[in-house]
């Protein structure tokens, strides 16, 4: 069963990091593209990041995030640094099981349940 499960978020303050990770299972993750968007409330689910085996990592977002593999642990993870309330949204990772990154969230078919990030004072 292919399975994207997402941890890391939380609550933390402006100019805070932090790291999300995205557990593989079913497949091998170093294998495919895997994505991150965020969502916040009322607004499009919109794209973060994403890293591929063949054109490596795309920063969607911001040069604030940068995005990594552990190929050990079939996990891809999400830096986030100097965050800013604006940041706040809701985290999924996603694959479509192709080689190539794509920004567009109809393209990926598996997700993640997601994980909450707020930056708040």
């Known amino acids: 069963q292919v399975q994207l499960v997402e941890s890391g978020g939380g609550s933390v303050q402006p100019r805070g990091s932090l790291r999300l990770s995205c557990v593989a299972s079913g497949f091998t993750a170093s294998n495919y593209a895997i994505a991150w968007f965020r969502q916040a409330p009322g607004k499009e689910r919109e794209a973060v990041a994403c890293i591929s085996p063949t054109t490596g990592s795309t920063i969607y977002a911001d040069s604030r995030f940068t995005i990594s593999r552990d190929s050990a642990k079939n996990t891809v993870y999400l830096q986030m640094n100097s965050l800013k309330p604006e940041d706040t949204a809701v985290y999924f990772c996603?694959?479509?099981?192709?080689?190539?990154?794509?920004?567009?969230?109809?393209?990926?078919?598996?997700w993640g349940q997601g994980t909450q990030v707020t930056v708040s004072s």
């Open positions: 996603a694959t479509d099981r192709d080689t190539y990154c794509s920004e567009y969230p109809h393209q990926y078919t598996t």
